[in-house]
């Protein structure tokens, strides 16, 4: 596609619930990333894709998240029993081959609200 | 491990220059800068790597001090559309992504 494509653009659930947001890089892009962003906050990194396989996991808060991007392509982050806490804009990040010398370009952001 | 920007916040008047400090306290390979407008995702400015300086812009640039661990975007002739909050963002050993605390930045008429 054009650009990197999130969806839902929006997602309100509530405390407890389980949800999926579904991120589809730039067609070609090997390197996927996952960002989650409060207000006044810069991007916080959660996971970084390099194909297929989770190349760093490091940032995700606790065993409640977890990504998948099994076809190396579209990814989609799973978040179980979601809290309050867990309210931010996700953004979703691709570049051609994830390294230093790569920009990173950004989906829209899905922005979820945990009631 | 996030980078520190500074200032924090700066207004400026149009055609007035500014520069925004990135600074951290690891090794870093490479430094890149994005501005993000409000309710917008952010958008790369541009990349500095160890040894070289990269110019993305005509009227923004930026340096990168790899002994210091700090880098410099540098706005010059500050237009309006120059608005919105920068971030630098830097990748360390591994493949973590960081970016840094935020500098939000306003030209006004």
């Known amino acids: 596609g054009a650009g990197v494509s999130q969806t839902p653009s929006n997602k309100v659930t509530e405390k407890g619930k389980y949800v999926e947001l579904r991120c589809d890089p730039i067609?070609?892009?090997?390197?996927l990333y996952w960002y989650r962003q409060s207000l006044g906050q810069g991007p916080e990194f959660l996971i970084y894709?390099?194909?297929?396989?989770?190349?760093?996991d490091s940032g995700l808060p606790n065993d409640r998240f977890f990504a998948v991007r099994p076809e190396g392509s579209v990814s989609t982050l799973k978040i179980q029993r979601t809290e309050r806490g867990d309210s931010a804009v996700y953004l979703c990040?691709?570049?051609?081959?994830?390294?230093?010398?790569?920009?990173?370009?950004f989906g829209p952001g899905t922005r979820l609200t945990v009631l | 491990q996030q980078p520190v920007q500074s200032p924090q916040a700066v207004i400026l008047r149009e055609g007035e220059d500014a520069v925004i400090n990135c600074s951290s306290s690891?090794?870093?390979?490479?430094v890149h800068w994005y501005r993000q407008k409000h309710g917008e995702a952010p958008v790369f400015l541009m990349i500095?790597?160890?040894?070289?300086e990269q110019k993305g812009h005509e009227k923004i640039s930026a340096s990168f001090n790899e002994k210091k661990q700090q880098s410099s975007l540098y706005l010059t002739a500050s237009q309006l559309s120059y608005s919105g909050t920068y971030f630098c963002?830097?990748?360390?050993?591994?493949?973590?992504?960081?970016f840094g605390t935020g500098t939000s930045l306003t030209v006004i008429p």
């Open positions: 690891k090794a870093l390979y490479s």
């Open positions: 067609s070609g892009h090997t390197a």
């Open positions: 963002g830097t990748e360390r050993i591994g493949n973590q992504f960081y």
């Open positions: 990040a691709s570049s051609l081959g994830g390294l230093n010398t790569d920009t990173q370009y």
């Open positions: 500095l790597l160890k040894g070289g």
């Open positions: 894709f390099q194909g297929t396989g989770a190349a760093d």
